[in-house]
């Protein structure tokens, strides 16, 4: 039994363990409203986020550029989000976000992605230590091969990563329409954890085959491009948005964007990117609320075609 000098003794150990923890450089409240949305992942039944985020282009950034990053992060930690996306090949994208990661005392709050676009072994392996070292980490959870770039080595290597416990997850990932074809036919041979492509309003092919092929084989699908890489705010200036966004909990086109793309029934996260706060805490409000139906989700892809 558990004497009461051994149990002061114990706490007084767990109080100064907690007392020595690094704590957030900012306070990570909760933001107050209503919770992100979960999806499982069929691999494993782990629930994420339904928005997570990308760093192409919003995370390479110069020493004035990282600053408004923290409070993206911030954000983002603070309204349930997790799962974030990167690229060795993202120029600095990697070092600048396990830079900020580490400063604000953040890794365990990050379901972390990255990926492996290298052209054999040698390179991929030497290219995953580095992914390692620039984020500051010694695992993934997810770790996708880029672009199908030499995809049946980088596999086979992500796999033996994922049998030695450094990634939890391993996946394939493409941006093109043109390529969707051959992605679906890898999915369904391979069977990866995750998937991740393009899928926007204006550039929906993917529901033809890829997510479908994944729903099939319980492959987790991650969409990339939701805002066409920006270009759809353009079309949508000025542009009232539907009569029923506001059934849909839906008060921005970004939101509606977002919506969209977690509205099909294969996909398990969405992640836009962004270099600007409000423009984060305006995307999570995507996740929340109620999905939109079939015809609110042709009558988008009719608006944008
Ligand atoms: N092959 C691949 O594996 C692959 C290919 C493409 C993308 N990806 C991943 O997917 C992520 C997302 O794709 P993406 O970055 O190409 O494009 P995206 O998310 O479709 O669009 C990003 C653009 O939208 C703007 N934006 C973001 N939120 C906004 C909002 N609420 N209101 C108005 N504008 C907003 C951003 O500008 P600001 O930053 O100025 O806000 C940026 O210009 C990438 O970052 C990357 O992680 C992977």
Redesign the pocket.
Known sequence: MTSRRTFLAAAAVAATAAALRPLPAFALTPVAGPALLRRAIPSTGERIPVIGM?????FEADAAGREPLKEVLRRFVAGGASVI???PN?SNAEDVLGDLMAELGLRDQIWLAT?LAADDRAAGEAQFADSLRRLRTDRFELL?V??LRDWKTQLAYARELKAQGKVKYVGL???RDDQHEALADIVAAEKPDFV?I?Y?VSAPNAARRVLPVARDTGTAVMI???????RL?ARVAGKALPGWAAEAGVT???QMFLKFAISHEAVTVV??????PD?QS??LRGGTGSLLSAAQQAELVAMFA
């Open positions: 990308g760093t192409s282009g919003s996306d990167t690229s993202y990926k996708a880029h672009n990932t493409h941006f991740q393009n926007s990339n491009r939701a805002f066409d890489d920006g705010f921005s086109w970004a992640i836009p990117a962004t270099g600007k423009r305006d995307n």
